[in-house]
C-alpha cells in the first residue's frame, strides 16, 4: 500500500452496490485504499489499484478479519464504515423469522463482531480512528419498511453508544448517521421523470430542507468524522435527512401512494 501520510485505509461494508458503492468511489478519488465487503462484487467496476475486494458474506467475520489482515498487513485501519444492510420491505402482518433473523444479523450482529475482530486493527496514534455506522431514520420513526429493519436500525444507535464508551480510550471513535430521503446516482434520471412530478412535489412540501439528499452528503460527513477536527464527537446520532425527523411518523409515508423511485 501507499506510504503516503495523507493516505487512509477505509473499509466499507456493503460497498458492492448502491450507497456503499458511491461512497467508495468517492473516498477512492481521494486516493485512499478501500477495502470494499460485500457478497456480490462486480469486479469490472472496481479497477482502480486502490481497490482492495473481499467478497464474502459478513456472517464469516473470521474469514474476512484474515482477508483484511493480508491486504493492510502492518498498516491500521483509519475508517471503517458499517454500511450493509438486508432487509425486505414486508409489512407487520407478512414479517418472516427467516426475514428477520436474517435482518438482524446482517445489519447489527454481524457489524458488532466485525468491530470486536478488528480492535487491535485499528488505528490508535493520536489522531485515532473511526468507526461510522449508518443507521436510517427507519431507526427512531416508523417507515414503510420491515418491521425487522426498523428494530435493527434502532439497535444499531444502542451499539454505537456502547462501542463508542468501550472503545473511546483506545482512542476509536464510533458514531452513528440516520440518512433520511437519500438519493442514489443510478436514480437520478428517474426521478425527474416528468411521471414523476407528483412525487417530486410531494418531496419539496415534506422535506424543511430545499436540498435534495444524495450521497455527497453522507460522504462529506463522513469525511468529517474520519478528521482529527472531528476527535472530540464520539458516541454521537447524527441525523442527515433534512429536517424531516422533525416529525414523529417519517413524512415520506406520504410518498408511498405516489410513484416510487
Known sequence: MNNSV?????????????????????????NHNIIIIDKKIKKSEFRSKNFFLIQNNLKNTNNIYKSIKKII??????????????????TFIKETRKNFNNTLETNLTSHFFLI???????????????????SSVAGTSITNESPSYHFSKSALVSMTKFVAFYLGKKNIRCNCIMPGFILKKNNFKKYYLRSNAKYRDVVSHVLPSKHIG??????NLCKFLMKPESRFINGEVIFLDGGSHTTQ?????????????
Do not use: H, M
Request: aromatic share 8%; glycine share 8%.
Open 73 to 90: 498487513k502492518s498498516k491500521k485501519i483509519d475508517l471503517l464504515i458499517n454500511n450493509a444492510k438486508f432487509g425486505k420491505r414486508l
Open 214 to 219: 444524495n450521497s455527497y452528503d453522507i460522504y
Open 249 to 261: 411518523v417519517d413524512p415520506f409515508n406520504l410518498l408511498l401512494k405516489y410513484k416510487k423511485i
Open 6 to 30: 495523507n493516505k487512509k485505509n477505509i473499509i466499507i461494508t456493503g460497498g458492492g452496490n448502491g450507497l456503499g458503492k458511491e461512497l467508495a468511489n468517492l473516498f477512492e478519488k481521494k
Open 116 to 134: 470486536q475482530k478488528l480492535i487491535n486493527s485499528f488505528n490508535l496514534s493520536k489522531n485515532g480512528s473511526s468507526i461510522i455506522n449508518i
